[in-house]
C-alpha cells in the first residue's frame, strides 16, 4: 500500500479530540437540580450522539472521497512514480506499471533507468540532474523507454518536491507518446514527400484544387494561392477532347487510379505534355473524399524523343522520311487500302548519272542537288502522300487512295510520274554551276494485302530498272513478264555464282582454217553445264556475268585452261602449232592488273605468248582507248596476238583502228550470213578484207554456214574461215580426235 493511503486516515483522530475538547470546554451550571443535570445530560447525550452521527457522516464521506482518489490515482491515464534523487523507485501507480509491462511490486525499490533504452541513459541522467537543480521547477521530457522486448516513447513531466519529512523526491508521470510519435513522424515523411520533384495536386471529392506543392506551381506557373478553390480544368491545353478526360474518370471511379500522358498549358500559354498519375483517396466507409495527382513535366524526355525519332526517321540531308518510315507508313497505308478498297501507288525514282555529277562536281554539289530534288518531288505530290529518300540518289513516293479503278489509279500515277520528270528536268542551280539531270521512274500500283512491302519495293525498283532500260528519262509500270525476267535473272545469278567453283564450266573449240580446210587453230568458247538446264550457251550468262563482276574470276579460269591446252598440245604433231583465240570481255581486259596475270598464266602454262590470241570487241576498245593501246603493247612484247571480234558492228573508226596494235579483224557472222541475201552486206565484207590488207592485218570470216558463202569470201580473198561448214564448237575430245588424235 502507498504511504499516501496513510493520510486520510491521520485527519481522522484529529476531528476527533476538536469535538471532545469543545465538550470539555462546556462551563459548569449553578447548582442544578437532579432533574435538570438529567435533563441536561439528556440534552448533551442527544447532542453528542448527533456531533457522533455527523462524524460518522464526515467519515464515511472522507472514506469514499478517499477511495475516489485512490482509484483516480492508480488508473489514471498517465503513470505516477516517485522516485529518489538517485531514481530508486518508492512509489508508483498501477498504470505506471502496465506502461513498463511490469508488476507493480516489480518497479518498487528499483531504479528508474533500468526501463530507459540504454541509447537514451546518458540523456536521463543529464535530464535528471537538471531537474533536482531546479527545485519546483517543472521540467518535460521524451525518452524511449523499455517493455518488455520492445520500446515505446514516453513523455516524462518531473517535479522536485520536498515531503513534510524534508526528504526530496521526484514526482513524474509519464504518458505513451508512441502514436503522436508516429503520427508526427508520417507527417514529417508526408511533407518530404509531398515537396518532391515530382508536381502534386490535392482536390477533393468535387475536384476542388486543396494543395499543391513546390514543384507543381513551378511546372504550371501558377502559385498555391492562384490555385486554392480552382478546379484542374484550369490547365486544359484544347489537345484532348471531353470523351478523353471521360475515359480517364471513369477508369478513376473504376479502378481507383489512373495514369497517362496529359497535354496541359502553363499559365503563360505553352502547351507542355505531362505524365499524370492520378489515384482516388477513400474513407472507411468508401466513399471519395481526395483525389491525389501526380504530375511529371515530361516536355524535355519528349523533346529528346522526338529528335531521336527524326534520326531514326528521317534522311538528315533533306529531312524527307527514310526507308524505314517508309515502310511504317506503307504497312498503314496498305490497311488503309484494304478498309477503302482502293488502289494506291509506289513510285521508285532514280537520279539518272547521278555518279557523274558526284565524280566531276564533287559530293558537295551531289547534296546540293538532292535537296533540290527532294523539294521538287514534295511539290509534285498531295500533302499526305509520303516522300521519302531510300539512300544515294533514289527516291521512293507512295501516293495513297488513288482510286478504286486500277485504270484510273494508274493513270493519276502515270499523271504524277510525268509532272515528276518535268519537274527534276528543269535545270538545277548548283551555287554558281547550272546542272541538267533527268530521272527514271518505276511505278506499280498497290491494293489491300495482296503483296508484301517486299514485293511492292522490288516491283517499283523492276520497273524503275526497265525505265533505264528503255533509255532513261521515263517511267515505266511494273507488269508480270517483267517480274519473270527478274526472277529467273536472279535465279540464274545465284546458280552463276555457284557454277566455278562446282566445276560446271567447260571449254569448247571451234576450228579456225583456211579455205582448203587445213586448221590452223581454233577459238576456245565457254559453256556452262547446269545441272537442270544443261548445255547453256554464254549468250544467256556472260553478259550477267559481266554485270555482277563475275567475269573476272570466270575469265580468268577460261584463260587459264587455254593456256594449259596450249601446253598440252605442244605434245601432238597435228596441235603443235594450232594458235587458240580466247575471248576476253571488257571488265576483265580494264583490271589493272590483267597484261601481269596472262603473263602469270602463260609462265604457270611454261608456254610463249605467240600461240594466244585474245579476242575482243569494240566495245572494249571505247571504254578506254588509252589503257587498251597501253595493255595490248605490253602483251604484244610477249607475243600474244589480237584480233577485233564482231568487226564491223559497232563504231569502227579509222582513227582508232590504226593506232591499236591488232593482228586479226574478224569479220561478224551476220555480214557473212547476209552474202547473196543482202548486197550491201557483201560490199561491207569486201571492203573489211581490203582494208585488213591495207592495214597489215589478218582476215577471217566468221559464222561461215554454206559453200557458196565459203566461195564468195574465196573469191574476194578471205584467207581464214570459221563457221559451222567447217565445224561446230566441240567438246576438246571430239576436237582432238577430228584432228586425228
Ligand atoms: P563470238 O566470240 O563471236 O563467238 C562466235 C559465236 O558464233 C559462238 O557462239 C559460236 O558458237 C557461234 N558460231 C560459230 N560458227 C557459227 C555458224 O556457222 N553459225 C552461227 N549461227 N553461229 C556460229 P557462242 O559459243 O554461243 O558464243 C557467243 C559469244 O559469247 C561469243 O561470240 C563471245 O562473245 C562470247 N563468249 C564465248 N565464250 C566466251 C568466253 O570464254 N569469254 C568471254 N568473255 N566471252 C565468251
Ligand atoms: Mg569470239
Ligand atoms: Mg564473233
Known sequence: MSNESTKPDQQSPTLHSQAEERLALTPAPPSPSVEELLHELRVHQIELEMQNEELQRARTALEASHNRYLNLYEFAPVGYFTLTPEGEIIETNLTAAALLGVERDNLLNRYFTSWVASEDCDRWYLLIKSVLQHQGEQKNFELRLKRGDSFFYGRLDCLLIMTDDQATTL????????????????????????????????????????????????????????????????????????????RMWECINRTGSWHGEIWDQRKNGEIFPKWVTITAVKDKDGVVTHYVGLHTDISERKASEEEIKQLAYYDPLTALPNRRLLLDRLQQALAASARSEKYGALLFIDLDNFKALNDNLGHDMGDILLQQAAQRLMACVREGDTVSRQGGDEFVIMLEELSEDSDEAATKAKTIGEKIIGSLNQAYQLTCHEYQNTPSIGITLFVNHRHTIRALLKRADIAMYEAKAAGRNTLRFFDQDMQKAVMARATLEADLRSALAKNQFELYFQRQARHDGQVIGAEALLRWEHPERGLVLP??????????????????????????????????????????????????????????????MLKKAAIKGDRLKLEFTENLVFEDIDDTIAKMKILKKISVSFSMDDFGTGYSSLAYLTQLPLDQLKIDQSFIHN??????????????????????????????????????????????YQGYLFSEPVPLAEFEHSLGI
Open 171 to 246: 514526482r513524474i508521470t509519464l504518458t505513451d507518446i508512441t502514436e503522436s510519435k508516429r503520427a508526427e513522424e508520417e507527417l514529417r515523411i508526408a511533407s518530404v514527400a509531398f515537396e518532391a520533384q515530382e508536381g502534386i495536386m490535392i482536390t477533393n471529392a468535387d475536384k476542388v484544387i486543396l494543395r499543391v506543392n513546390r514543384a507543381f506551381s513551378e511546372i504550371t506557373g501558377y502559385s498555391l494561392e492562384e490555385l486554392v478553390g480552382q478546379t484542374p480544368y484550369l490547365f486544359s491545353s484544347g489537345r484532348h477532347n471531353a470523351a478523353f478526360y471521360s
Open 539 to 600: 549468250l544467256e550468262f556472260i553478259s550477267l556475268a559481266e554485270e555482277i563482276g563475275l567475269i573476272v574470276p570466270i575469265g580468268q579460269w577460261v584463260l587459264e585452261n587455254a593456256c594449259a591446252q596450249l601446253k598440252r598440245w605442244e605434245g601432238h604433231a597435228q596441235t603443235r602449232n594450232l594458235q587458240l583465240a580466247v575471248n576476253v570481255s571488257p571488265r576483265q581486259f580494264h583490271q589493272p592488273d590483267f597484261t601481269e596475270q596472262v603473263r602469270a
Open 675 to 720: 552474202l547473196g541475201l543482202k548486197p550491201t552486206d557483201a560490199v561491207i565484207v569486201q571492203t573489211i578484207i581490203g582494208m585488213a590488207k591495207n592495214l597489215g592485218m589478218e582476215v577471217i570470216a566468221e559464222g561461215v554456214e554454206t559453200e557458196e558463202q565459203r566461195v564468195f569470201l574465196e573469191q574476194h580473198s578471205c584467207p581464214l
